[in-house]
Structure formats: C-alpha cells, structure tokens
C-alpha cells in the first residue's frame, strides 16, 4: 500500500461487506503532538471478542474461499513501521472502529494519498452507504 | 537452482523450512511493499526483502512462493517464524543488503522479470 488513502479504501470495504449502512473516516493530523490518527468508524455487523482478537491475523479471513485478509494487517503494520500501533474495537450488531496511530513526522510514515478522490470512489462504488469524512489539524 | 543451492552458495541461515528446501526457484523478486509483491512476484520465486513482520509469510503463502530471504540482518519476529513454519514457508536470512543478494543471485542464474 503506497499510502493511507488505499488502507482507507480497505478497511472501508470491509465496513461495506459487514452490511454497514454508516461509515465514517476520520484523519487527525496534530502537529503539535506529531501524530497522524486514522479512525473508521461503522456500525456493520461486528465482531466477537476472538474474532477481533484475530483480525489482525493475516491467516483469517471471514471472505468464503479465501485463506488470507490482509486489510487490517497491512494497516497494523504501516502504522507500526511508523512507531504507531492499530487498535480495532467492535461488538456484534454495533459495529467496528479501526484506529491507525503514526508519528506523523515519521520518515516511514506513508502519505497520505488522495483522501477526497477514495471518499468519491467509495461513494459512487456504493451510493446505498452513507459514507462521512472529516480531515481534522487540531493544534494548528 | 533449488533453495538448498542457493542457501549454500550465499551462505543464508535458515530460518524455517529446513526441510523444503529442495523447492525449484523458477526467479526471484525484491520488494518491501508487500501489496506491489502481491501484484508482482510470480509462483515460485524467491522473494527478497528487509520487511520481518508475520504479514510476509501470508504474501508468500499467497502468491505461492518459494521462499523468503530477509536481509541487512534483520531478525524474523517469532509469529513471523511460527507462521511460517505452519504456512511451509521457507524464510533464510543474510547479513547482506538487498543490492548484494541480488546480485549474487543473478551471478547464479535467477533471472528476474525480463520481459520489458
């Protein structure tokens, strides 16, 4: 993944599989604390505790046919290359909240990416999800 | 050329997968973007990189490759080698960089992409 802009596209089709009708993406960028923090919130079908626990996994997968899932992975590991860590949090028939935290000013950190153009890609992909974005620089 | 041959010739240790390595390399590939080795490497290569995280062994897994070299010394994390050792992934490791490795495998034979 070349930058945080394609994780978002990820984990927000993972949002859209777990039948969420709400998605919000949420990009905190605090200078001041030298953080970059990227929140996904859905209310889909969520998880249980151990299904949580090993989302992180890249060996599990709830797709049919697939051996791997690399979306939540993948981000871990961006944001841990960036002395950052990824938290997810979920409940069943509530939903999921992925958080990415990265030192912003971290030489590993990835860009940011066209953050606008995956909102219009992920709204015109699906116009049935109401899809909200926010790009917030407290501190400044 | 077998992992075996190549592990001898470049003196790699081997991390897992002590047992498989008698699998054919039919080329190599050097990435650390594991999303553009997803795209890119092809069955059976060798796959050479500086990443360690468990992430790896499913890419390998995934793209059905033979193997993993890790470089610049860097050690595999442990769910990285436990991984691998359920997933039949060979990963060995060098002192060397990318650059050096690369080029001792070409000087071996393994080719890379050639098409362009």
């Known amino acids: ?140 | 050329m077998n992992l075996k041959e190549i592990t001898q010739a470049l003196q790699l240790s081997v991390k897992t997968g002590e047992d498989l390595l008698d699998r054919d390399v039919t080329g190599g590939y050097a990435s650390d973007m594991l999303s553009d080795v997803l795209a890119h490497a092809r069955k059976g290569n060798i796959w050479i990189t500086l990443q360690t995280h468990a992430n790896i062994v499913a890419v390998a897994s995934t793209r059905e490759l033979a193997g993993i070299i890790i470089v610049n010394g860097r050690t595999p994390e442990a769910e990285t080698l436990r991984k691998a050792d359920l997933e039949k992934i060979p990963i060995m490791s060098s002192s060397l960089s990318t650059y050096s490795i690369v080029a001792r495998l070409s000087e071996l034979g393994i080719k890379g992409d050639e098409r362009v």
Request: charged share 30%; proline share 4%; glycine share 8%.
């Open chain 1, 1 to 140: 993944m070349e930058d945080v802009s394609l994780h978002i596209l990820d984990i927000a089709e993972n949002a859209i599989r777990a039948k969420a009708r709400n998605v919000e993406i949420r990009v905190i960028q605090n200078d001041r604390e030298d953080t970059l923090i990227l929140e996904i919130t859905d209310d889909g079908m969520g998880m249980n505790e151990e299904e949580t626990k090993r989302s992180v996994d890249p060996f599990f997968t709830t797709k049919a046919g697939k051996k791997v899932g690399l979306g939540l992975p993948f981000l871990a590991q961006s944001a841990e290359e960036a002395e950052g860590m990824m938290i997810v949090e979920s409940a069943v028939g509530r939903g999921t909240k992925v958080t990415a935290v990265f030192k912003l000013r971290h030489i590993d950190r990835k860009p940011l990416g066209n953050l606008d153009e995956t909102v219009r890609c992920l709204k015109a992909a699906h116009p049935e999800v109401d899809f909200f974005f926010e790009c917030l620089t407290p501190g400044q």
